[in-house]
C-alpha cells in the first residue's frame, strides 16, 4: 500500500481534483479520504486548547508514556557521547 498526500484548499464550487501519479495504472482500485482538520482562527483559540490539555488525563498519560519511550534513547545517546 502506497499513501499519497495532498493539502488542497477548498474552493467556491466546494469540489477538488485528485492528482494521481502517471505510475498508477489506469482502472486501478484506489482509497480517497477526506481529513477535515479543524481550523483554530485564534491565538486566544489555541491557547485555550492548549490550557485543556495541560488538565486533560488521556493526554497526560500519553506524554508521559512518550517520555518513558524516549528515556532510554537519550540514556543510549549519553552513554555512546561518553565513550
Known amino acids: 500500500m502506497e499513501a499519497i498526500k495532498q493539502i488542497v484548499r ?3 464550487n466546494h469540489e ?3 492528482k494521481v501519479p502517471q505510475e498508477v495504472p489506469e482502472n486501478e482500485a484506489v482509497e480517497v ?8 482562527d ?11 490539555a ?5 493526554f ?3 506524554l508521559k508514556e512518550i517520555s518513558e519511550d524516549f528515556r ?11 565513550v
Open 54 to 58: 495541560a488538565k486533560d488525563e488521556l
Open 16 to 18: 477538488i481534483k485528485v
Open 72 to 82: 532510554s534513547v537519550d540514556l543510549e545517546g549519553l552513554e555512546e557521547d561518553a
Open 10 to 12: 477548498i474552493p467556491k
Open 33 to 40: 479520504i477526506l481529513i477535515i482538520k479543524k481550523r483554530q
Open 42 to 52: 485564534s491565538f486566544k483559540e489555541k491557547i485555550r486548547e492548549l490550557k485543556k
Open 60 to 62: 497526560l498519560e500519553d
